[in-house]
């Protein structure tokens, strides 16, 4: 890595905790609330993700409250639901955080924030268990979505996307996808080269975008492959709009997302939750830059969330 990035990943260190849940080992971020702040914050990370690359956007949070981020079966490092004979199923990723919130939130109040995916989980915990509506105080959505239509993928890169994820999700395949393709020296000669990573890599230094590369790297062979690939076909096959939840949602949207059409991901949300208030963040991607520091995080909550938060 890098100085630059070294500043991020040797701070986090004093906040992460051993994590098991169900037999799953993995890790939590834990950052205590500032003082006089008394908001318990949930976030939960989304696809191709991991603490370290979150951490910018914990430390923003952290500001408001305390911040709890739990590993997720297979991100991250974390084992998979595979190790315990299931599958990573929209419904397990649900049940497995509605058990920690029961663990970790017994008598408290939660404030929820999902990135992408993980607004996707949050969701369909919502869905499966209406009981915990009562324990949240406010959901937050950045960048979040709830239907296969809210993408803007073409029809042809839709259907490539799709069949690669589920040629991918099968046990032989996905180990040569995991050994062959994703082989460190592999992702060091091609990663720059993807569609995705253009725009990410696109303003950084030569140090940076050298120390990213290798970041990907981690996250990549840190992941799971099974369970990005079914996870991935379970964004492009979505539909959460079966059941509703009875709760408000706030959604942080960014102008130049290249992944949603603002417009489809609203008209979706209002038909699950029973009030939706749109929070625009003038930032340049969907997600934050590979690692990002708290200055560079901190777009992500626009000024209207921090005035909810500091309620």
Known sequence: MSKAYDSVLIPMQKDIKPLNMNGLNGR??????PK???REILLVYGHHSSLERMYGIAEALNEYGAVTMPDLPGFGGMDSFYKIGMKPT????ADYLASFVKLKYRGKKVTIVGMSLGFVMI???LQRYPELVRKVDLVVSVVGFSH????????PRYTFYRSFAKFFSGRLTSKFFYN??????VIRATYSKTHNAKKKLANLTPEEKKAAIEFEVMLWRDNEIRTYMETSHA???????KKQVNLPVHHISVDNDQYFDHAIVEQHL?????NFTEHVAVIPNHAPSILASKKEADPFVPKSIKKLLNN
Not at 28 to 33: D, F, G, K, Q, V
Not at 90 to 93: A, I, K, S, V
Not at 235 to 241: F, R, V
Not at 270 to 274: A, F, G, K, L
Request: proline share 2%; aromatic share 10%; glycine share 0%.
């Open 270 to 274: 209002r038909v699950i939750y029973n």
């Open 90 to 93: 929209l419904d397990n990723f």
């Open 123 to 125: 969701t369909r915990m």
């Open 36 to 38: 006089n702040k008394k």
């Open 148 to 155: 296969k239509y809210d993408l803007t993928f073409s029809k």
């Open 28 to 33: 939590m971020l834990r950052m205590s609330a």
């Open 235 to 241: 964004m492009l096959t979505l539909d959460n709009c």
């Open 180 to 185: 062959v393709c994703l082989h460190p020296s």
